[in-house]
């Protein structure tokens, strides 16, 4: 398989990528993007040899929040997979702080696992702990630990598993300028705390100003504390722009999970503008949203628990000395359209793609 690795540059290069695209017929284009992310997920396209499970494994996962969809995703998946190869997993919550996470991390290193999954936190944050990990011989892999999708030397990653992050906030950006008939009036959400999620904001940004829609304002709130900051940032930019607000466009799904009561307050209904639209994850929360028409209109998704399964066999190769899969993992545009037969018992994207016999056949387990 083709080793495909993405690197974001700096916000002044995103915004210079949007600017000089050209579009002969911006709606058919932007059609085009929401029609090729819409469809169901059927096919493999991952990894097809590998090695055999190593036996007898002890593994960490150090979450930077269990409270967000995404992260919460993964870990699930992470732990179904590790049934699956038979290997043992502890996870440690980071409970979304600097210090919660360096505390983790010092515990998982107490533990002497055999691996160690960065889950959801910019691993350039915890870099002495990333030298004692590198000096111990301990594989790190990890699930959106910055902006380097593959092996990350200047952190010494092995793998860092993630959708494509550009399409991601491409296919959200599109969606918003397809509903608003080409003229939408965009806030934008993100947290300058994670390089990641200012490379997808910008990517939005870009996107939309090359369309001809207009970002009204470009918010830079910790995803942390989204309980404690959405409420009344929500009616502040309601009385700021009105109805020149059409869309919302955030990095993942948890900014949503707190607007509601608010966009209420000001007499919205759960389908009035300003629309929802999330960059990521993909949780539970954002497809009961969708399902249910309850402010919030789409989420471009992840496959959260095939992630967990990736980073699993990424680990397992990393024990046996091999490369990286390359594995680049699909990506999903859910509306109301097809949130029944895209989200399955657990709500969320999990693509009929047979990923979990494909993993199992790698490993001997079948």
Known sequence: MKRR??????????????????????????????????????????????????????????????????????????????????????????????????????????????????????????????????????????????????????????????????????????????????????????????????????KMKAEIEALGGKVLEYVDTPIAETSQRMPQLTTSLLQKYGDQWTHSLAINDLYFDFMGPSLAAAGKGGTDAPINVAAGDGSESAYQRIRAGQFQKVTVAEPLNLQGWQLVDELNRAFAGEKWSGYLSPLHVVTADNVEFDGGPKNTFDPDNGYRDQYKKLWGKM
Not at 157 to 181: G, P, Q
């Open 5 to 202: 690795t993405f690197m974001t540059g700096t916000v002044a290069a995103i915004a210079l990528m949007g600017a000089n695209v050209a579009f002969a017929d911006p709606m058919a284009d932007a059609e085009a993007i929401v029609t090729k992310y819409a469809n169901k997920v059927t096919a493999w396209d991952g990894p097809t040899a590998g090695p055999k499970a190593g036996e007898g494994k002890t593994i960490v996962v150090l979450a930077g929040d269990l409270k967000n969809g995404g992260i919460l995703g993964v870990t699930t998946g992470v732990e179904e997979a590790a049934a699956a190869i038979g290997w043992e997993v502890k996870v440690i919550d980071g409970a979304g702080s600097i210090g919660g996470r360096t505390a983790a991390f010092g515990q998982a290193m107490a533990l002497k696992p055999a691996g160690i999954i960065i889950n959801g936190f910019d691993a350039v944050e915890q870099a002495p702990a990333l030298e004692q990990a590198k000096a111990a011989g301990i594989p790190l892999v990890a699930w959106h630990a910055g902006p380097v999708i593959g092996p990350d030397d200047k952190t010494g990653l092995f793998a860092n598993v993630s959708t494509d992050a550009m399409e991601v906030s491409k296919a959200a950006a599109n969606w918003a300028f397809v509903d608003a008939k080409g003229k939408p009036g965009v806030v934008i959400f993100t947290d300058s705390t994670y390089a990641i999620a200012i490379a997808k904001a910008d």
